[in-house]
Each structure stands twice: as C-alpha cells, then as structure tokens.
C-alpha cells in the first residue's frame, strides 16, 4: 500500500486559512516513512520561518499521510 503526503501551512489567528504547501517527496511505501518524512520536514520549515513571522502569525504545520488508493501496490 502507497501513501501520499498532503502538507499545509497554517496560523492560530481567526479569520486565516491553512494553505497546503509543497513537498519534495509526495509518495512512500508505508505510513511510517510518510509520517516520520512529515514530522522532519515541517521541523525544516518552521525552523527555516524567522521567529517574528511564527510568533506574529502564530504560524504551525499541519500534515497527513493518505492511503493513495490510485496506485497498485
């Protein structure tokens, strides 16, 4: 079975939106690699954002590994 990562970038403040954000890698064997590859990769990101742009905009990442049901395992 293959998963696929969907990843956004969202704000704690009312009124804002999570936007989804791309990935470098999209698709894994099992949910293990896609959870532990989400976890890394949003550390990267939010480690990359200055701290008044997290703290201003309350800032945090959210993601989920899906079952991609389109390809055969």
Do not use: W
């Not at 999570?18 to 949003?42: L, M, R, W």
């Not at 990101?45 to 905009?57: A, G, H, P, T």
């Amino acid at each position: 079975m293959k998963f696929v990562i969907i990843m956004f970038i969202c704000s704690a403040i009312e009124g804002n939106k999570c936007k989804e954000i791309p990935t470098t890698i999209t698709h894994f064997q099992d949910h293990y690699n896609c959870a532990v590859y989400g976890y890394n990769y949003s550390h990267t990101l939010i480690s990359n954002f200055s701290r008044e742009f997290v703290n201003k905009q309350k800032a945090y990442i959210q993601f989920a590994c899906k079952e991609d049901l389109r390809i055969d395992t």
